[in-house]
Antibody
């Protein structure tokens, strides 16, 4: 059974970089025709797609965050990561990682990240 | 890419049917999915490919699409169906968009 788990600091200071890691178990990160993505949900708000990484390494980001986002992978650890730079209070959210092949079928539990000094 | 448009709320009595719409879908493909989110839980895939149900999802949940609008219908409403529902679609150029979400209340 595929499982994903987000990990990382729960508190980040304004202007700093938010970093989260998603650990994948029960499947290989290098599975063919699969993307691995990040989605966030601000308190009381809806879901926002942040970006995805294809198994070949290609990355794709939502236009509104593209200048601040990097998604990368460590295939040896079966993990992929999210970095969001120059964060503000508006980046406070629950961040989810998920597997995607034109639909998100497996999700992590989510990690709450608060941006505050 | 703009977010997809959903009604903010929907409601129905137990046993009734409710349909939630999602507009702004491309007519070029069928990459439409729906998610159920219970309070403080991760979203759960309910429908993919417009009208396909993952294993374990009750057949009370069904999806359809007409032109630029996709719909999720919940038949035989049950109290446990009360949740937030989100549509999602492929927007081209490897971009994914979500709808704003619909809060379904079982009266």
């Amino acid at each position: 059974q595929l499982q994903l788990r987000e990990s990382g600091p729960g508190l980040v200071k304004p202007s700093e970089t938010l970093s989260l890691t998603c650990s994948v178990s029960g499947d290989s990160f290098s599975s063919r025709n699969v993307y691995w993505g990040w989605i966030r949900q601000s308190p009381g708000k809806g879901l926002e797609w942040i970006g995805s990484m294809y198994y070949t390494g290609g990355t794709y980001y939502t236009p509104s965050l593209k200048s601040r986002v990097v998604i990368s992978a460590d295939t040896s650890k079966n993990q992929f990561s999210l970095e969001l730079s120059s964060v503000t209070a508006a980046d406070t959210a629950v961040y989810y990682c998920a597997r995607y092949h034109y639909y998100f079928d497996y999700w992590g539990r989510g990690a709450l990240v608060t941006v505050s000094s | 890419q703009s977010a997809l448009t959903q009604p903010p709320s929907a409601s129905g009595s137990p046993g009734q049917s409710v349909t939630i719409s999602c507009t702004g879908i491309s007519s070029d493909h069928n990459y439409v999915s729906w998610y159920q989110q219970l309070p403080d839980k991760a979203p759960k895939l309910m429908i993919f490919g417009v009208n396909k149900r993952p294993s374990g999802v009750p057949d009370r949940f069904s999806g359809s699409k007409s032109g630029n609008t996709a719909s999720l219908t919940v038949s035989g409403l049950q109290a446990e169906d009360e949740a937030d529902y989100y549509c999602s679609s492929y927007a081209g150029s490897n971009i994914v968009v979500f709808g704003g979400g619909t809060k379904l209340t079982v009266l």
